[in-house]
């Protein structure tokens, strides 16, 4: 039970954090090209997401933490809410969460 507590704190923290950054690259967006933006997305989404990913990646929780990823994705490259997101990690060389999780378990295991 205390598991899950601590659980459910952290991912809010972390939750926290990605929202955070959604919002920081939403007001940069018009100031600033598509290599930087991508650059401030790897610094802020992509590295609090990889932290600790190994221990609560398989979370209830990690279907939220992928919604908000595809929302700062959509973000930086200006698309609405119903555009499918595959093609846009493809252009921007990003791994989606499930993929980054699995990676970084097997780089772990092995």
Do not use: P
Request: proline fraction near 0%.
């Amino acid at each position: 039970m205390k598991k899950e507590v601590l659980n459910r704190h952290l991912i809010g923290l972390l939750m926290k954090k990605l929202r955070t950054a959604c919002y920081k690259i939403r007001i940069i967006t018009t100031n600033m090209s598509a290599s930087a933006l991508n650059i401030i997305y790897h610094a802020f989404l992509q590295l609090a997401m990889s932290y600790g990913i190994i221990f609560w990646g398989n979370s209830s929780h990690s279907s939220t933490i992928f919604s908000t990823q595809k929302k700062g994705i959509r973000i930086i490259e200006e698309c609405g809410n119903r555009i499918l997101c595959r093609n846009l990690f493809r252009k921007l060389k990003v791994f989606a969460f499930n993929i980054k999780f699995l990676l970084l378990l097997l780089m772990f295991v092995a």
